[in-house]
């Protein structure tokens, strides 16, 4: 697992690489934090697109990034998320702590600040009608 970081002014990006497990959660969680409290970070995107398995040690990695941006007064928002992490992390209640969207819409309303069209929110309708279609295992048994 590995991180690549990106920071322009007050907003930074993580885009999170391989598997968030026990074994590295420690080495992303002070790699990210170090970047935002050196660039003094008021917005985060942590990118799950190239994340290929997430185990309980990566909803601790969104848990305390989201205390640590609202102890700066910041926003944290989940990206990217393929619908097999997403599906764990509403179940977790991260959807009540993060904004979950599509980089698309984020960019758009950093740079813009343009409301979403019909068309984005019917899209947005749709994935979430779509994870509710996505069974989930534990132990092998479906929930």
Known sequence: MSVQIEIAEEYCIARLIGEIDHHN???LREAIDN???TGQVQE???DFREVSF???SGIGLVMG??????ELGGSLHLVNIAGHLKKVMM?????RLAILDKPEQRRRKVLSAEPASEEEMAET???EEELEEI???IGGEEA
């Open 91 to 95: 179940l977790a209640g991260l959807d």
């Open 125 to 127: 309708r749709s994935v």
């Open 44 to 46: 985060l995107d942590l």
């Open 35 to 37: 970047a935002v409290m």
């Open 54 to 56: 997430m185990d309980s």
């Open 25 to 27: 959660a420690k080495e």
């Open 65 to 70: 990034r989201y205390k640590l941006m609202q």
């Open 135 to 137: 069974p989930l295992e």
